[in-house]
C-alpha cells in the first residue's frame, strides 16, 4: 500500500501563504493547465512560473498523483 504524498514542505512554511512568482499564469489558464494534466496531458505548459499555483490546485482537489508528479517536477529544476 502506498502511503499518501505529503505537502511539499520547505522549512516548514506549507501553511504560509504563498505569494504566486512573477511571471505567473492566471486562474483561469492554471485551471487549463490543471485539467489537462489531470487527463495526460499539457504537461509542456508546466514551468517556473506555474508549477506553485498547480501544485496548490492539485492538493486542493485532493489529486495526489497530479501533485507527486508537479512536486518531483519541481524538484529536478
Do not use: F
Not at 502506498?2 to 505567473?24: E, F, I, M, R
Not at 514551468?47 to 485532493?62: K, M, S, Y
Request: with cysteine; charged share 20%; hydrophobic share 30%.
Amino acid at each position: 500500500m502506498q502511503q499518501p504524498v505529503q505537502p511539499y514542505d520547505v522549512h516548514g512554511l506549507k501553511d504560509a501563504p504563498q505569494t504566486p512568482p512573477a511571471g505567473s499564469a492566471s486562474g483561469d489558464e492554471i485551471e487549463d493547465i490543471y485539467q489537462a494534466l489531470k487527463r495526460g496531458l499539457g504537461h509542456e505548459r508546466v514551468n517556473d512560473g506555474n508549477v506553485q499555483q498547480l501544485i496548490a490546485r492539485a492538493r486542493e482537489d485532493g489529486h495526489q498523483v497530479v501533485q507527486a508528479l508537479l512536486t518531483e517536477w519541481q524538484a529536478s529544476c
